[in-house]
C-alpha cells in the first residue's frame, strides 16, 4: 500500500508536515495539529479505522465557570482563541460564565480547560464547580472509552 492517510483522522482536516506522524497497527497517520495528535495518541483505535469518513460528531455543551467577570477586551480575545481549537463550535461568554459547543471526538473539557488556564485565565473554584468539572471529566473519558472499544454494530445496509 502506497496510499498514505494526507486527512487528520480525528477531525477530517488536511494534515501539516510540522506535526509528527504517528504509527498505529502499521499504519501511519498525519494530522493537522498538535491537539488532533494528541487526542488520536489517547486513542488511537478510535480514529484509526474509519479515516477520512464521515464520523457523527458528539456535541457537548457546557458552561464553565472563571474565577471573574472578563472585561470585553478579554472576551474579544478569548473567543476567537477558543475557536481556533478544533472541535469547538460556538462560544459565548455571559459574566464570568463560558458556554461553549464541542464535539467530544475531536476536544475534551479538560483541554479547552487546559487551553484557558494556558490564556492566563482562572477557572470558578467553588465546590460545586468543581465537582462539576470532575464529573464531566470523567464522563467523557468513559464515554470515549465506550466509543473506542470495538462492537458488534447491526448497522442497516449502506443505501
Ligand atoms: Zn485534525
Redesign the pocket.
Known amino acids: 500500500m502506497k496510499l498514505l492517510n494526507e486527512i ?1 483522522p ?2 477530517g ?1 488536511k494534515a501539516q508536515t510540522g506535526v509528527p506522524t504517528e504509527e498505529h497497527h502499521k499504519m501511519f497517520f498525519h ?3 498538535e491537539q ?1 495528535r494528541e487526542t488520536f495518541i489517547a486513542r488511537p483505535s478510535l480514529y484509526s479505522t474509519k479515516v477520512g469518513k464521515v464520523r457523527k460528531a458528539t456535541l457537548k455543551r457546557r458552561t464553565i465557570s472563571l474565577s471573574e467577570t472578563l472585561e470585553h477586551e478579554i472576551t474579544d480575545l478569548l473567543i476567537p482563541y477558543l475557536m481556533a481549537m ?1 472541535g469547538v463550535k460556538e462560544v459565548t461568554v455571559e459574566g464570568n460564565k463560558l458556554h461553549i459547543t464541542y464535539d467530544l471526538l475531536q476536544v475534551t473539557e479538560s483541554q479547552i480547560e487546559k487551553a484557558l488556564v494556558e490564556a492566563g485565565l482562572q477557572l470558578g473554584g467553588d465546590w460545586l464547580e468543581r465537582l462539576r468539572r470532575g464529573w464531566a471529566h470523567s464522563s467523557e473519558e468513559v464515554e470515549l472509552d465506550n466509543l473506542s472499544t470495538p462492537r458488534y454494530h447491526h448497522s442497516p445496509p449502506l443505501a
Open positions: 487528520c480525528v477531525c482536516m494530522f493537522c495539529s488532533c478544533m
